[in-house]
């Protein structure tokens, strides 16, 4: 990729870091001091503008009907950031009179089939509609609609590039790049690479990629040696790496992967007899659960897509939205946080499961806390 172009980009939305100072979009720069930072390496295609949604009033007092329109339902991830919503965010909402119904949907990677369910939602009465993990332009028409009908629209773990919606999410591109430099610096500068993609053309997978890719650039004596999508699945990023392991006899010395996968790719390392290698986590317990027991494995991970945390913060952007606070930027961007061996041994038993399906994640107040959120909006309740 031509990063000359990149930076082009960058100044054409109206976000450039320079020497001496950084020039913000107008929505960024609403922003407090303290949040900005977070935005000075972004996929040029996010929208940073101030939020369509600003003035925006309710259709209905609460409780409020929602949609939650998934576009997968397939791997661990999935799984705990609907759990989040049924075990979690929908009880205390619906004791608080806020809602009273989420109704969900997945369409198995179909862009057509979330379009027209996105659609039955509305056309139903839903009152805001929460999307994850879309094509980035493939549903702006259908956010458009919905908007038309009084329904916002709220993309999570992700972005679209509908000027209708919010997006709410970690800087993937920003925890791309963090990866990608760690497991540059743990290889000790050089060596051979393989970048194990999530959905290629899917917004996080795609930022997660660039800025991985401008991080390796940095260190002339490391290759990329191969690209494999992992389906944001263990089951396939496993198989397919093993597929490349066995046909590509090259040394490999460090694999950078995305979540739901790290455990797949783990495993296919186990299972192809070569010595292991630095692989990037990002929070899947079975994968850690490995750091575990062999503490020296790696030095540091990543919580770049904490599934609760990350539907969580929709949740609280979606329920001030709807009450009126107005929301001040089209996207809410999250820092990547580091975690050690130390959280993981605090997090999981000595006797942890190397299959386990669940997640270790950083706690609400330290994703998203309310005193942060609140600076987000020009009417914080």
Known sequence: MNYSNVLKTFASVGILSIAGGTAFAEGISDLPAGERPHYEMVDPQIPLGSSPLADFAAKNPPPWKIGYAS???????????????????????????????????????????????????????????????????????????????????FSFSGYVTSPYAINVAANHMQGGYDMGKWLAEEMGGKGNVVLVSGIPGFASSDSFDLGAKKAL??????????EIAGKWTDQVAQTELQKFLATNPRQVDGILTQS??????????????????????????????????????ISQSFHIWPPAREMGQAWDVMLRTLGGEGPKIQTMLRPVLPYTIEDVNAALPEDCDLNSTDWIQPTADQWWPDDIAKQYFNNPK
């Open 71 to 153: 576009s997968y339902a397939g791997n661990t991830w999935r799984a705990s950031s609907l759990k989040e919503i049924m075990d979690n965010l929908l009880p205390a909402a619906k004791e608080a009179g806020l809602v009273s119904e989420v109704v969900v949907t997945q369409s198995d990677l179909k862009d057509a089939v979330q379009i027209q369910q996105m659609r039955q939602m509305v056309d139903d009465g839903v009152d805001a509609i929460i999307i994850c993990c879309s094509n980035v332009t493939a549903l702006n028409p259908t956010i458009e609609y919905a908007h038309s009908k009084g329904v916002p629209v």
């Open 217 to 226: 650039e940095e260190y002339p004596e490391i290759s990329i040696i191969g």
């Open 260 to 297: 739901a996968q790290e455990n797949g790719v783990l495993n296919a390392m186990l299972q192809s007899g070569r010595d292991m290698v630095p692989i990037t986590l990002g929070g899947e317990a079975s994968a850690a659960c490995y750091w575990r027991k062999n503490p020296d494995w």
